[in-house]
């Protein structure tokens, strides 16, 4: 007997035939780029709710773009932080010395050093203008791309390349893939290749947070393809259930690999209104504006520090280099997209503020420049020194067993043995870093 | 080539040698081709053909809603896959990574697997899950793992691995084929070219490999038989994927006079083949590279002992990665390499 699922059944033929819908973007490579359909609205013509307001009063925020900066390059309206200059200046620091480490990164995987690496060019703000609003203390669960928060944080150079590199200084322990930074003291939490899985573990640090009377909030950072993960929206149930002191940043950078946006749903409505749903608060941003970036964050925080409720902010960017080291955007997307972007490039927007009140000029930004690519420069050469990835040879063996389990079972106590013995075999007793 | 292989190739064999990245196109080509209701899906698998190129060029040949990209949503994609199924297609999901079927997992386990159980044959899943797994490539802790057997431990799934071009498309147009729920798991260390298990020796390219002698067209092989690799007096290899090569370039240069079986599909399994060899050898070493407590090892090693019991000389052995997380920059202490495969043969023909 045939399986019945052998025939599946078929609509009558005087009904329409009923057609799939696949999204393309509107633009692929050599094509044209228009833009011109982005309804990116006036710089300081959003309202700016009480922090406390009820998440019905604002659904007009999550299709709108929150602008602070205009074309004028300067701040309007009432979602302008009034920052001043000295922060303003700190902030485009972060930025340029985000860019000149992931340009030197970026080059030292092509030279070998290191297996993978990661830019954010073209992010920066979401991540160094929106951490610099929160406390040094609030826990981040940070997504792969947020290198500008450790940076912003104060994080030594020297270890990220450490850990890169997964050489003898790294505090991983060369296990995790090079980006996949982890700094409990900067209150930056352990990144997982695996998408998604930050955002409710997020909402559970904000949880406890809450049921122990601490003060401190926890933020996320997810791409706008991996909403689409189921985490993402248990998070999202959790955020909003228990009111917990959270704010999950959707950083929508158009491009999730090879597949745009509309693979996680954004033909249809924003990603900021995803929030709507569940209740939570939602914002959507120009993710290429760090003050309203800043704006944002800080609104939020103050929101969810006052008990009054989770945030899910999207941050409505550009994601201008390609996805990793990995993989040549040139195969997939217009090239023209980066030129065209209608938000800018977010440090350049920065500076020209800064030009504009008369707080920064061309040369103190090219010395600017100058002084983070040299000083990235000499980090890395010292970073150098402790090695780069090769074929493991630069942790000793013994840390491959440590950490699985807290303390050492005879299993792998007979597995390390195991280990030891075959890297004498391979390199004699005098091999490396037994 | 084995005779039994040969037998199977129904169309005409040229000398042709392609990749495996290479033959898991064809198959899937050839399939989309011949059968209207294959679908293949999956993140970044339409216009950009996959990140190891694997669905190159299927799109633009078949169609966006033949060949399409997917939500990051692994438990959608396979859930959506069994939707599919239900229905009367015959979806070819793509999961990125091994690594990142995790989410999927209820959808596989819960619902695919048992959907032909639960409803009495009334509705199947015929879907085939290609991801790519194992190390090798630097991939880190979240890009590296062998989740074999966690699929075989469950029933109603069945769970291929390929080691040569040449298999990759029969064995993938056989799942496709196939009316019950497939996981074909695509080692992506031999993507381009056999590996000896030596990384610090240049990997000969699959171009000049006579095993990716692929001929053109359809030809299918069979689920649930071994492929006999080498043909020995000594000793039976057991292994699958990348670790057949290993073990076949470890046996080599210590000279032994192995049999080695590729078992090419887990579950089910070819036991006949595998019985018939320890009859003959009387020792059995085991080598996967997946983590070694619970591991397939384990399975294997129990069904030799207790099927082949009265023949063996020595205890059955397994040789495979180590109980901790792939780690990035000790990969190759990890692997388990032709030290760790000769020591336990040097033991085991001692014994
Ligand atoms: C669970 C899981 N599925 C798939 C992948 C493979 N993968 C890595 S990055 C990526 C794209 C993510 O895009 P998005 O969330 O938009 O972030 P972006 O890279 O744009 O910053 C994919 C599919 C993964 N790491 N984890």
Redesign the interface.
């Known amino acids: 007997m045939a399986d019945p699922a052998d025939k599946p059944p078929r609509g009558g033929d005087n009904r329409p035939a009923l057609a799939l819908h696949v999204p393309e973007p509107k633009s692929r490579p050599g094509d044209p780029v228009d833009f011109s359909d982005l309804d990116i609205g006036e710089a300081g013509s959003q309202p700016r709710p009480d922090e406390g307001a009820h998440p019905s009063e604002m659904t007009g925020l999550a299709y709108d773009l929150i602008r602070v900066l205009g074309d004028d390059d300067r701040a309007h309206g009432p979602w302008d932080p009034k920052l001043d200059p000295e922060t303003l200046r700190t902030m485009l620091r972060h930025m340029a010395m985000t860019r000149a480490f992931d340009e030197r990164m970026f080059r030292g995987q092509r030279q070998g050093k290191t297996s993978f690496y990661m830019k954010c060019t073209g992010e920066e703000a979401t991540s160094i203008a929106t951490s610099m609003a929160l406390a040094s203390d609030d826990m981040v669960f940070p997504s792969y791309r947020q290198q500008g928060i450790l940076i912003a944080r104060g994080y030594p150079l020297i270890e990220m390349i450490n850990q890169i590199y997964s050489n003898k200084g790294d505090k991983l322990k060369g296990r995790q893939l090079p980006i996949m930074y982890s700094s409990r003291e900067h209150s930056f939490f352990s990144i997982s290749g695996n998408l998604a899985t930050q955002t409710p573990q997020a909402v559970g640090w904000a949880m406890a947070s809450a049921i122990k009377g601490d003060s401190r909030i926890a933020a996320t950072w997810v791409g706008e393809g991996s909403t689409a993960e189921g985490d993402f929206h248990s998070a999202c149930t959790f955020a909003t259930v228990y009111n917990a002191p959270v704010i999950l940043n959707v950083i929508n950078n158009q491009w999730a690999i090879s597949s745009f946006s509309g693979f996680a749903g954004a033909e249809r409505t924003t990603f900021a209104a995803r929030a709507l749903g569940y209740g939570l608060a939602g914002l959507r941003v120009d993710g290429n504006d760090p003050l309203a970036c800043y704006a944002s964050q800080l609104w939020a925080a103050n929101r969810a520090r006052a008990n009054k409720g989770p945030t899910l902010i999207e941050y409505f960017t550009y994601r201008a280099e390609g996805h990793s080291t990995s993989d040549d955007p040139s195969g997939y997307r217009s090239a023209q997209e980066r030129e065209d972007w209608p938000l800018g490039d977010p440090v350049k927007r920065l500076r020209d503020h800064l030009i504009a009140i008369g707080e920064w000029d061309e040369d103190r930004q090219a010395a600017m420049d100058k002084e983070c690519a040299e000083q990235v420069k000499e980090v890395t050469k010292e970073a150098e020194k402790n090695g780069i990835l090769g074929h493991g040879l630069h942790q000793p063996f013994r840390t491959m067993f440590e950490d699985v389990f807290e303390e050492l079972p005879w299993h792998l106590k007979e597995q390390a043995e195991q280990a030891t013995r075959e890297r004498i075999k391979k390199f004699g007793e005098k091999g490396p870093n037994r | 080539m084995s005779a039994e292989a040969k037998q199977d190739v129904a169309a005409e064999t040229t000398e042709r040698r392609i990749n495996m990245i290479e033959a898991i196109n064809e198959a899937l080509d050839i399939m989309l081709e011949r059968d209207p209701d294959v679908i293949v899906m999956g993140?970044?698998v339409?216009?950009?053909g996959g990140?190891f190129r694997c669905t190159a060029g299927l799109q633009e040949k078949h169609g966006?809603?033949r060949v399409?990209?997917?939500?990051?949503?692994?438990?959608?994609i396979i859930g959506v896959a069994v939707g599919m199924?239900?229905?009367?297609?015959r979806p070819v999901p793509e999961i990125q990574f091994a690594?990142?079927i995790?989410?999927g997992l209820d959808q596989l386990i819960s619902e695919a697997a048992r959907l032909r159980y639960r409803s009495a044959?009334?509705?199947?899943a015929?879907m085939t899950v290609r991801s790519p797994f194992g190390g090798g490539i630097?991939?880190?802790?979240?890009?590296s793992q062998s989740p074999e057997s966690l699929f075989t431990h469950v029933s109603g799934l069945k769970t291929v691995i390929p080691s040569t071009p040449y298999d990759a498309k029969g064995l993938l147009i056989a799942a496709i084929e196939d009316?019950d729920p497939v996981i074909f798991f695509e080692p992506k260390r031999i993507y381009n070219g056999p590996f000896s298990g030596f990384?610090?020796r240049p990997v000969e390219p699959w171009k000049k490999h006579p095993q990716s002698v692929v001929p053109e067209g359809y030809y299918r092989i069979p689920l649930g038989k071994a492929r006999l690799v080498a043909e020995g007096e000594e000793l039976t290899i057991l292994a699958y994927g990348t670790m057949v090569h290993v073990a076949e370039a470890v046996a080599k240069e210590k000279g032994v006079d192995a049999d080695i079986l590729d078992l090419r599909t887990l579950v089910p399994l070819d036991i006949e083949a595998v019985e018939k060899s320890v009859e003959k050898t009387g020792k059995c070493l085991i080598v996967h590279e997946a983590t070694?407590?619970s591991g397939f090892g384990a399975e294997l090693s129990a069904l030799v002992t207790e099927r082949c019991f009265y023949h063996l000389e020595a205890p059955v052995t397994r040789v495979t990665g180590?109980?901790?997380?792939y780690?990035?920059?000790?990969?190759?202490?990890?692997f388990p390499?032709p030290?760790?495969i000769g020591?336990a043969i040097d033991k085991i023909l001692k014994d």
């Open positions: 993140e970044d339409g216009y950009f990140v966006r809603t399409f990209d997917t939500p990051i949503s692994e438990c959608g199924g239900a229905y009367g297609l690594d990142y995790y989410p044959a009334e509705f199947i015929p630097f991939g880190g802790q979240t890009h009316n990384y610090d070694r407590t180590f109980d901790t997380p780690p990035h920059s000790l990969e190759w202490a990890y390499g030290v760790r020591e």
